[in-house]
């Protein structure tokens, strides 16, 4: 690409600023894997992020270590995606599992799989700029996700009513900069604006929900008592959806070390991000018979009140609980994130490299209100834990213009098995990473990567702390396994 020095100070960052922003809000920006998203950087993908806060190999060493950055001389642009492959195995682990009512139940040993249709895909895309100011200081800008989850069950599947789909993504605007204390010695700081999305569907069995408000209760409203006080049919299952949205600023402090010319080490932390104000819809899909079940709850006869009273139910709270729109809030803290990264240039043609990170979820809790009134829509009691990964690579310049990648990581859940749902699947699981650089000229260079995320299989159907009892989802037990696969390709601009 040929640019004058001019025509560089004034249009590219404008045209990065509007590739950017393209990149932020497209629609179909969505994320897979665990919900620290390892796809930020193609290049970095393709050594399963290993020494990504020291390597300082493109632009997007901004998104880990914005101290890094002092290692550009010119401006630099990278642009890239990455489609992500997604299936999700539930296997039973209990005969007559799930619901009794609203699709047959599963048996022990009996595989519920969901890899194909229009969602089994998702597509992430990033970018990230650096331009020299001086000597000493190096501006960047950056777009990419840094947390997301993509699950989606077969529809029938036992589990459907605790949630049988989500799509998670906090997309992340970055504008930092790296600035050279020493010939050693920098540091960095990235301020961002972060953009947070969820959406979950689930299947709401009414005659698990009735039971489980009031136990004995749905017996009895399908009883000849039940014809006796005017009890309509209970309805069978329905379609119901939550979607959140919010905002929050953070920042990010980093350092980088350069104890010799072919050694790196790499320092940042970003603390906690709070978002205090999300706000979203609960839509439930209704129908007549929906409609007469709440007019049931909400009536004032004489006969319903006694009934309700004496199975301990406020059969107008009930009715107002089941209404089709309902505006929820939310507040959640995503974990803060500590990562040391090591890079050595070991030989002309090999570099070696590794990283150590550390996010603690323990802060993160999952609890959503009706913003009417307050009361609980769902609290989801999570014994989260710190995620630690641990993580080594390589590059091997195997000719001229070509250098390959390869890298593997490993990293622990962050949930337990008691306290396990069916939309957080995580696990312990293991990074399988192989990718490349093509370099078309001295300015140009094409980042390929493969990444396959390994989990071990995950208990789900154990959490019976989930409140209120209505919306834990009935009773069912079984593993899930996911099967997820990253393709990446991006580009390099030097200016």
């Known amino acids: 690409m040929l640019s004058s020095a001019r025509g560089t100070t004034f249009f590219f960052p404008l045209t990065c600023m509007a590739l950017a922003l393209l990149s932020l809000f497209s629609p179909q920006a969505s994320y897979a894997g665990g919900t620290a998203f390892d796809a930020t950087s193609i290049s970095a993908m393709g050594t399963a992020s290993a020494g990504q806060a020291a390597e300082a190999g493109d632009a997007s060493v901004l998104f880990a270590n914005p101290a890094a950055l002092t290692r550009f001389k010119r401006a630099e642009l990278t642009q890239g995606a990455a489609v992500i492959t997604i299936g999700t195995d539930y296997t039973s682990t ?25 969602d089994a895909a998702a597509l992430a895309p990033n970018l990230f700029i650096a331009i020299p100011i001086n000597e000493k200081l190096v501006m960047g800008f950056g777009a990419a996700a840094s947390h997301g989850l993509v699950i989606h069950y077969d529809e029938n599947f036992p589990g459907r009513n605790q949630g049988r789909d989500i799509d998670f993504k906090v997309t992340r605007l970055n504008l930092g900069f790296g600035y050279k204390l020493s010939p050693t010695l920098s540091w960095g700081l990235n301020g961002s604006y972060e953009r947070y999305f969820q959406s979950i569907k689930l299947k709401l069995n009414y005659r698990e929900a009735v039971e489980a408000l009031a ?4 017996a009895l409203i399908e009883s000849p008592a039940g014809a ?4 309509p049919p209970i309805p069978g299952e329905s379609n119901a959806g939550l979607r959140m949205f919010g905002w929050a600023f953070n920042a990010q402090l980093g350092g980088l070390w350069e104890p010799s010319e072919n050694t790196r080490v790499g320092l940042s932390y970003r603390p906690k991000t709070e978002f205090t104000g999300n706000r979203g819809k609960f839509k439930l899909d209704d129908s007549p018979e929906q409609a007469a079940f709440r007019d049931f709850l909400n009536s004032d006869g004489f006969l319903n009140s006694v009934a309700f009273s004496a199975l301990g139910v406020d059969g107008k709270q009930a009715a107002a609980d ?26 002309p043609k090999l570099d070696l490299m590794a990283t150590y990170t550390r996010q603690d979820f323990s802060v993160t809790t999952l609890n959503f209100q009706r913003e009417s009134n ?5 609290n989801i009691p999570q014994n989260f834990v710190a995620a630690e990964s641990y993580r080594v690579g390589m590059n091997y310049k195997l000719y001229k213009r070509l250098t390959l990648r390869a ?9 337990d098995d ?13 990074y399988f990473a192989l990718g490349g650089q093509f370099d078309l000229s001295r300015d140009t260079s094409i980042h390929f990567a493969y990444q396959k995320l390994d989990t071990d299989p995950a208990p789900v159907g154990n959490n019976d702390q989930i409140s209120p009892p209505e919306v834990r989802g009935g009773d069912f037990k079984g593993n899930v396994q996911l099967d ?9 601009e030097r200016f």
């Open 94 to 118: 209990q005969n007559n599992d799930g619901a009794d009512s609203g699709a047959p139940q599963g048996q022990n040993g009996q595989v519920f799989s969901r890899k194909d249709g229009y």
């Open 215 to 218: 136990p004995g209760s749905a």
């Open 228 to 231: 006796l006080i005017g009890a």
């Open 322 to 347: 089941l209404a089709p729109d309902q505006v929820i809030k939310q507040e959640i803290t995503l974990p803060d994130e500590l990562r040391l990264s090591v890079f050595h240039h070991a030989t």
């Open 374 to 378: 307050g009361r609980t829509l769902e």
């Open 407 to 415: 890298g593997y990581a490993i990293e622990n859940s962050v949930i």
């Open 418 to 430: 008691e306290t396990r749902i069916t939309i957080l699947p995580d696990s312990d699981r293991q």
């Open 484 to 492: 997820t696969h990253f393709f990446g390709i991006g580009i390099t």
